[in-house]
Nanobody
């Protein structure tokens, strides 16, 4: 069984930065593709960024050059560094873990990010 615990959300002004953290509580973190998704009011949940066990990463176009995903396999934690935040980045951000062996997946509870002046 896997549990994911997100932290780091909050209110920030446009142009500001936040770092989200997701603690992976379980075994075999190194087998999981970790991702950050977000869901804004009235919109579908979308993939923001993901990182493989080997630390290859990809991003949705709207955050390229502003967001960076990383993982610390020693701490079983994945991070999302968000810079140059825009009001359109406002959403609930969810951490996701997908086991590459059998595609089983888990979700965190979400953390609110609000970008507003």
């Amino acid at each position: 069984q896997v549990e994911l615990a997100e932290s780091g959300g909050g209110l920030v002004q446009p142009g500001g930065s936040l770092r989200l953290s997701c603690a992976f509580l379980g075994n075999f973190f190194s087998y999981y593709v970790m991702g950050w998704y977000r869901q804004a009011p009235g919109k579908q949940r979308e993939l923001v960024a993901r990182i493989t066990p080997g630390s290859s990463s990809d991003y949705t176009d709207s955050v390229k050059g502003r967001f960076t995903i990383s993982r610390d396999n020693g701490k079983n934690t994945v991070y999302l560094q968000m810079n140059s935040l825009k009001p359109d980045d406002t959403a609930v951000y969810y951490c996701n873990a997908e086991d590459f062996r059998d595609r089983s997946g888990y979700w965190g509870q979400g953390t609110q990010v609000t970008v507003s002046s």
